[in-house]
């Protein structure tokens, strides 16, 4: 584990879903699912070498390896402890994973996607991605507009960011 967002892997607990979806906004590898709870995500987290974020208070006496303990019930609270905590660095690249699946996006050219995005979002958008897994077409302009806005009303992004 490294302080480089790109290389950072976790194992969210099943409560932790919106957390788990903007940490893969800002590049990490997060898992998260109902089987990622108790015993379960401590075998997935040490299988695949991640680290465990959970609410759960009880997951130390099971023995668990590294971990952070979440405090807040809100997502930009957590979002704000995790990013604290392992020092993640916010920028780019941005958008290089699904954020429904985890999967690393790939570029698609513009034709390629005319059956599956808006009409609008064809005629304006010049740059798309795909998530081999789930199918689902990404435009990072408008996404990453729309994220970063977010994450600056989180106060995570300082105004000049
Ligand atoms: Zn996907």
């Known amino acids: 584990m490294n302080n480089s967002t790109g290389e950072l892997r976790f ?14 906004v800002l590049g990490c590898d997060v898992i998260c699912g109902p089987h990622l709870t108790g015993y379960g995500l401590i075998r997935a987290a040490r299988q695949e070498n991640r680290l465990i974020l959970t609410r759960d208070h009880r997951l130390k006496q099971k023995q668990p390896p ?9 997502y930009p609270e957590q979002l704000r402890q995790v990013i604290e905590t392992c020092r993640l ?7 290089t994973r ?4 985890n999967a690393v996006l790939q570029p698609r050219s513009k034709e390629s996607v005319e ?11 010049e740059n798309f991605s795909w998530c081999p897994k789930c199918q689902r077409v990404y435009w990072p302009a408008t996404h990453h507009q729309r994220m970063m806005e977010e994450l600056r009303k989180m106060d995570i992004l300082l105004p000049g960011n």
């Open 66 to 74: 590294e971990y952070i303990l979440i405090q807040s019930d809100h």
């Open 11 to 24: 194992a969210a607990d099943r409560m932790l879903g919106r957390l788990a979806r903007w940490l893969r």
């Open 115 to 125: 059956p599956s995005v808006p009409p609008y979002v064809f005629a304006t958008q």
């Open 89 to 95: 660095k916010i920028g780019a690249p941005l958008f």
């Open 98 to 101: 699904c954020l429904e699946c």
